[in-house]
Structures are given as C-alpha cells and as structure tokens.
C-alpha cells in the first residue's frame, strides 16, 4: 500500500461544494473554467495563475472534503489524466513553488486517494513524486524568494520527511528554511 509510506494530514480541509463540482465536470482554477475529463493543464491559452492553481492539486481538499466514493474516482482520474498527459517540464508546472505545492498535495491526500496494496495507479505516483522531489531538490534555490520559495521548502520537506527523496534532501530544505526564517527574523528586528 503506497499510502502507509507517505505522510496524510488534512490541516485545512476543502470545500465539499467545490468537491461536488469537480466530480461534476467543473473545476476553477484562478477564474478559468476546466472541464475535468481532460483539463488543459498547460494550454498556452490559459493565463499562467491558472496553470500554476491546476497543476498545483489544491483541489484535492475539495475533492477529500467532499469524501465519496466519485470524489475518490475523480480525484485519481485527474493524477492519472496529469501523470499520462503532463509530467514533462513546463516552465509554470514545473516552477519550484508550484512542484512544491503538488508534492504536499498528492501526499496529504496519499490516504484519500490509495486503493491497497493492488493499487496499479499507486506506484505511479510514488514514482512521480520522486521524479519531483529530486527535481525540487536541484531547483529549491532558483525559483522566486517569499511565499513561493517557502512553498517549495514545503514540498521538498513533505517528501524528504514522508519517505519521498531521504535524509539528505530533508537536511537540505531545513536548512533553507532556517536560513529564510533567519533573514525575516533579522529583517523584523528594528
């Protein structure tokens, strides 16, 4: 069962309306509408926040908020749709915030989205999430400073502490983060 090697904790829970909405058809992502059959997730029309929202798994809250068995089927079509149709590199899809977010996404719905241990899509995902973490490791440093750059130490420690990409990446996302915490701290000081 992939999930028992993966971190879940639901912090913030979704919102079933939204949930009911995508298992529907219907999936917004920073003002544009997706069709959930088969989202454009890097069309060229789309404006880059979208692209970012989407590819960003957020939703899933909506989806475990909603909790039934058709959000479940959803939510694992989507990932499969994702791992089949957009895993390569995408300058907003693969921007270091947004990896960080999916990571964290797809490991604290690990739980809402296993089927046991026959699971097919299960070790898909897993090694997807290492193709992730590992490109997470390589890029934590490149991506935009503020919320975004802590996004990305988010991403890369939910892998590194859930079982995705070790020790040393864990190592090497708490040392980022101590070095940010470390210069807004000396920045707040007057």
Do not use: M
Request: glycine share 8%; charged share 25%.
């Amino acid at each position: 069962d992939w999930s028992s090697d993966v971190c879940s904790s639901d912090l913030w829970p979704g919102d079933p309306a939204r949930g009911a909405a995508i298992v529907g058809g219907r999936l917004i992502c920073a003002g544009q509408v997706f069709e959930t059959d088969r989202p454009a997730w890097h069309s060229r029309t789309l404006e880059p926040a979208a692209v970012a929202e989407l590819n960003s798994f957020a939703w899933l809250d909506d989806l475990e908020a909603q909790g039934d068995e058709p959000a479940r089927r959803r939510a694992r079509d989507l990932i499969a749709d994702w791992l089949e149709r957009a895993p390569d590199w995408h300058p907003v899809a693969w921007a270091p915030h947004v990896v960080g977010q999916r990571v964290a996404n797809w490991l604290t719905h690990a739980a809402f989205l296993a089927r046991g241990r026959t699971d097919e899509l299960g070790p898909r995902i897993l090694a997807s999430l290492t193709r992730q973490a590992t490109h997470l490791g390589r890029t934590l440093g490149s991506g935009a400073e503020g919320v975004s750059r802590l996004l990305a130490i988010k991403g890369l420690l939910y892998a590194s502490l859930c079982g995705v990409g070790g020790a040393r990446r864990a190592a090497k996302a708490l040392r980022r983060l101590d070095r940010k915490s470390t210069r807004l701290n000396s920045s707040h000081i007057t």
